[in-house]
T-cell receptor, first 115, second 112 residues
Framework: GAGVSQSPSNKVTEKGKDVELRCDPI?????LYWYRQSLGQGLEFLIY????????KSGLPSDRFSAERTGGSVSTLTIQRTQQEDSAVYLC?????????????FGPGTRLTVL | GQNIDQPTEMTATEGAIVQINCTYQ??????LFWYQQHAGEAPTFLSY????GLEEKGRFSSFLSRSKGYSYLLLKELQMKDSASYLC?????????????FGTGTRLKVLA
């Protein structure tokens, strides 16, 4: 596609429910990143995928968060037993390589609200 | 620890020049990025510095001093559409593990 796409654009859920957020990176980009941005805050790095290598999960805030990337393309971020503090915009980005020296292209984000 | 500092807010006048500073303390420095983020939108790439000095791109320039852990973004001939948050981000690598650390951003307001 022309750019990084994410779905849904908005998600409202009840505390304790599981949610899945999807990211479609730019075709041909091997690196994919997930970030979280709380209101008025900077971006918090969550997880990074590079090709078929094991992901760097060091930024995940708790074991309720997990992510996978199927076929080196689409990625899903899953949050189990959501809490109100999980409310934020979740941004996905992709780049041509994973050395973190490349420009990252961001998707429009998914705004998650946990009631 | 790893830390990036930027001013929270700045105000400038249309047509003026503004300099947004960023200081960082990180290990394994791999490069510094500036991104622009309009309210409610995703960040978009502005510049990348890995060597000391000034990189110029149209109305925007970015400077890096690695020894001082310091960068600035210079915006010339300010336009109303430049009102946005400007995020400083540092790429780090330690023992083969890469990280991308963002500052909290500087909210720039351009006044007519």
């Amino acid at each position: 596609g022309a750019g990084v796409s994410q779905s849904p654009s908005n998600k409202v859920t009840e505390k304790g429910k599981d949610v899945e957020l999807r990211c479609d990176p730019i075709s041909g980009h091997t690196a994919l990143y997930w970030y979280r941005q709380s209101l008025g805050q900077g971006l918090e790095f969550l997880i990074y995928f590079q090709g078929n290598s094991a992901p760097d999960k060091s930024g995940l805030p708790s074991d309720r968060f997990s992510a996978e990337r199927t076929g080196g393309s689409v990625s899903t971020l899953t949050i189990q037993r959501t809490q109100q503090e999980d409310s934020a915009v979740y941004l996905c980005a992709s780049s041509t390589a994973g050395s973190f020296n490349n420009e990252q292209f961001f998707g429009p984000g998914t705004r998650l609200t946990v009631l | 620890g790893q830390n990036i500092d930027q001013p929270t807010e700045m105000t400038a006048t249309e047509g003026a020049i503004v300099q947004i500073n960023c200081t960082y303390q990180t290990s394994g420095f791999n490069g510094l990025f500036w991104y622009q983020q309009h309210a409610g939108e995703a960040p978009t790439f502005l510049s990348y510095n890995v060597l000391d000095g000034l990189e110029e791109k149209g109305r925007f320039s970015s400077f890096l001093s690695r020894s001082k852990g310091y960068s600035y973004l210079l915006l010339k001939e300010l336009q109303m559409k430049d009102s946005a948050s400007y995020l400083c981000a540092v790429s780090t690598s330690t023992s083969g593990t890469y990280k991308y650390i963002f500052g909290t951003g500087t909210r720039l307001k351009v006044l007519a």
